[in-house]
C-alpha cells in the first residue's frame, strides 16, 4: 500500500504563492503518475496537474497554466506543486493522487487509485 500524505497549505494573500508537498510511503513512487486535484465547498473535485513518471510531461488544467508547477523528487519519494499568483478562486482543499494504470496525462480522479487526506489553500482577495 502507498501513503501520501500532503503539507505546505495554508492562507495567503491574492497574487502570492506557496508550495504543496506530497511525500509517499509505502512505495517508491518512481513507477506512478502523480497528480494533483482539488475540491472547493460544494464542487465536484476537479484534475489540476499530473507528471509522468520521470517528470517530463506534464499536464495542466487551463485556469491554473502558466501560474502552477508540477515537479517530482523520485530520490525523495516527494511531489511538489509550485502555486503562483494565486487568485481566491484557488481556494479549496488540495490531493495528491498516484496512479499505476496510467503511463501520462491521465486527468480523471477515476484513474488514480490512491489519494492522501489533503491540504487546505485558501486565498484572500
Known amino acids: 500500500q502507498m501513503q501520501l500524505v500532503e503539507s505546505g497549505g495554508g492562507l495567503v494573500q491574492a497574487g502570492g504563492s506557496l508550495r504543496l508537498s506530497c511525500a509517499a510511503s509505502?512505495?517508491?513512487?518512481?513507477?506512478?503518475?502523480m497528480g494533483w486535484f482539488r475540491q472547493a465547498p460544494g464542487k465536484e473535485r476537479e484534475f489540476v496537474a499530473t507528471?509522468?513518471?520521470?517528470?517530463?510531461?506534464?499536464r495542466y488544467v487551463e485556469s491554473v497554466k502558466g501560474r502552477f508547477t508540477c515537479s517530482r523528487d523520485n530520490a525523495k519519494n516527494t511531489v511538489y506543486l509550485q502555486m503562483n499568483s494565486l487568485k481566491p478562486e484557488d481556494t479549496a482543499v488540495y490531493y495528491c493522487?498516484?496512479?499505476?494504470?496510467?503511463?501520462?496525462?491521465?486527468?480523471?480522479?477515476?484513474?488514480?487509485?490512491?489519494w492522501g487526506q489533503g491540504t487546505q489553500v485558501t486565498v484572500s482577495s
Open positions: 509505502g512505495r517508491t513512487i518512481s513507477r506512478y503518475v
Open positions: 493522487a498516484a496512479s499505476s494504470t496510467v503511463l501520462a496525462g491521465a486527468s480523471s480522479r477515476w484513474d488514480y487509485g490512491y
Open positions: 507528471i509522468s513518471w520521470t517528470g517530463d510531461l506534464t
